[in-house]
């Protein structure tokens, strides 16, 4: 059981670090003690942002029109204009 124990472990750990080596080459930002690591399309009715929040690998898909952000982050909702993100750091 033990061993059971050991190997899923180390399979997560594995997959927690392809997960980010896979981000690697993504926009990033660190906000509040975590770091977000996106990707932004260009569509028709404004921008798309998706990607991860780490720790924890939490998915997140924005919307930004119209000096607006909105869209669902760890299943919530989330709204806010624009200026509220300038002040993250970027990576």
Sequence with gaps: MLSKLIV???????????AQAEDATKQRFTH????????VKDTKTG?????????????FNLSVK??????VSNGQSVSFPVE???GAASN
């Design 66 to 71: 119209d000096g607006k952000v909105s869209g």
């Design 8 to 18: 899923a472990g180390a399979l997560s750990a594995i997959a927690a670090t392809a």
């Design 32 to 39: 509040e003690g975590y770091t977000y690591v996106y990707d």
């Design 84 to 86: 509220e993100a300038r």
């Design 47 to 59: 921008q798309k942002i998706s990607g991860r929040r780490y720790p924890g690998s939490v998915a």
